[in-house]
């Protein structure tokens, strides 16, 4: 009796030759697209985002043409509770944070996942680039062969037991193979655009997003330097992220950058680039993949597409863990990821709360 899979479909290319790459593999494929909203609600044209009626269909004419069942399900209530409502509130206490990974471990891996085990699927399937491997020791999460397109730093919140029913087929394969394999297959959105931005706010305007979310207004409030003294007007603290430069409308002899964010006091510190620069960082919410030796030099990313850098990690009593960058990192940014790495293995990874 063959394996079934429940494979993740977005409209997307990835996830279309995921499909393929399991049914390829001997699996009895059922295709899905999570409905997350209405894009009517976010106030964009259906075009521009996933989870839009144009991606559905798209995901659909794939699963006619591998044969495969297709079922759209709707998660719109979770994601407002999982995902945008956190958004909302981690901006609102001077965070910046990161719904992807928000997304990830609510949605795909916990009730997907669940939906999974009720459709008796073996596994859940997405089109991340990123591998999983097992040995003695567990299941481990590893880095994608192609490094431009490597997801790893956004699914460090995997447990062993999502992990032992999790497949990454797109994994072992360059986005290039990737996008080879759908024309060959006649897939029609073999040419199809991957989408770079947060799929609710396509435009990239957070702050009104969370006004329209909301119903309120941001609140104007003062700019402060580095000495205390005012030197100009903010439009609302949450429409800013540490390291900014660019539409702050501050005039001054050098370059100002966002250093830091005052939300009790509405407040947005203002500083030189050298003040962006510190070595450590404290994060909680942590997830440990693999264990780490004490005072092990490994490797830290703070943000997606960085490249990681030496560092050390050392739990602490509740549970936050405080990680040491050898050398001064810029522009730590609270409510990113953290994620430590290995080589191209994953250690673990969580929630930055505090850089000093």
Known sequence: MSKKALIAMSGGVDSSVAAYLMQKAGYDCIGVTMKLYDNEEIGMAREKT???LSDIEDA???AVKLGIPYYVFNFKE????KVIDPF???YQKGMTPNPCIECNRHLKFEHLYQRARLLHCDVIVTGHYARITKDEAGYHLLKGVDDSKDQSYVLYSLTQEQLAHTC???????????R???QEQGFYNAGKHDSQDICFIPDGDYRSFIEKSTGTKSEPGDFVNQDGEVVGRHKGYYGYTIGQRRGLGVSAPKPYYVTEICPEENKVILGSNEDLFKNDLSAGDFNWIEDLDQNEVIKARIRYHQTEKEAT?????DG????HFLEPQRAITKGQAVVLYRGDHVVGGGTILSAY
């Open 50 to 52: 996933c989870c839009s």
């Open 60 to 62: 659909r004419s794939v």
């Open 78 to 81: 979770d994601f407002k509770q």
């Open 88 to 90: 909302i509130a981690c």
């Open 168 to 178: 990454f087929p797109l994994g072992d394969y360059t986005k290039t193979e990737i």
């Open 180 to 182: 080879q394999i759908a």
């Open 313 to 317: 990690a050392k739990k602490g009593q």
């Open 320 to 323: 936050t863990v405080e990680i």
